[in-house]
Nanobody, 124 residues
Framework: QLQLVESGGGSVQPGGSLRLSCAASGSTLDSYAIAWFRQAPGKEREALLCDSWHGGLAYYVDSVEGRFIFSRDNAKNTANLQMNNLKPEDTGIYYC?????????????????RGQGTQVTVSS
């Protein structure tokens, strides 16, 4: 059983950066596909990206590619999301999710394990 806990959220001004972390316990993340989702206020949750060993890293939202950098730290058993040049439209709750069989695009509930989310607010 895998447990996921996101951290690193907070409030930042436009143009700033945050680094989110998805810490896993109960098993190692390196055998799972990892996705990051975002739910903006008043909007549906959307998948930002997913990384899997057989599919590689895929970005699903054009506006974050080039600004959001995904990485894994197997030693710490975490998956990270470095977010740069943040914009007000990046405001939302950010979730990580893991699946043993690969990526499920934006089907959040299809992932085997899901975190509780961390709030990111970008405002001047």
């Amino acid at each position: 059983q895998l447990q996921l806990v996101e951290s690193g959220g907070g409030s930042v001004q436009p143009g700033g950066s945050l680094r989110l972390s998805c810490a896993a316990s109960g098993s190692t993340l390196d055998s799972y596909a990892i996705a990051w989702f975002r739910q903006a206020p008043g909007k549906e949750r959307e998948a930002l990206l997913c990384d899997s060993w057989h599919g590689g890293l895929a970005y699903y939202v054009d506006s974050v590619e080039g600004r959001f950098i995904f990485s894994r730290d197997n030693a710490k058993n975490t998956a990270n999301l470095q977010m740069n040049n943040l914009k007000p439209e990046d405001t939302g709750i950010y979730y990580c999710a893991a699946a043993g069989r690969g990526c499920y695009y934006d089907n959040f509930r299809a992932y085997d394990y899901r975190g509780q989310g961390t709030q990111v607010t970008v405002s001047s």
